[in-house]
Nanobody, 116 residues
């Protein structure tokens, strides 16, 4: 079992920035594909950004240019840099790990709130 611990959420004004971090407890992180998802109240969970084990990235079309996903394999950590935040970015953000085809795990989530 790989534990994922997110941090970095909080309350920010519109136009501000936050950086989320997700630390994995085991080194299989380095061979795993990682993703950030978010879920707003009353909405389905949606993909924000993903990064493969070799660093290829993918973003939700609506977020390209504002959000950046990155990883530091030495620290077993994936990051989500969020710039020019908008009130509609308010959600719980979840870290996701996929290892092979059989293993997947989620973090506990971190709240991001953007005030107008």
């Amino acid at each position: 079992q790989v534990q994922l611990v997110e941090s970095g959420g909080g309350l920010v004004q519109a136009g501000g920035s936050l950086r989320l971090s997700c630390a994995a407890s085991r080194s299989i992180f380095r061979r795993s594909n990682m993703g950030w998802y978010r879920q707003a109240p009353g909405q389905q969970r949606e993909l924000v950004a993903a990064i493969t084990s070799v660093g290829m990235t993918n973003y939700a079309d609506s977020l390209k240019g504002r959000f950046t996903i990155s990883r530091d394999n030495a620290k077993n950590t994936v990051y989500l840099q969020m710039n020019s935040l908008k009130p509609e970015d308010t959600a719980v953000y979840y870290c996701n790990l996929k290892y092979g085809t059989d293993y997947e795990n989620w973090g506990q989530g971190t709240q991001v709130s953007v005030s107008s």
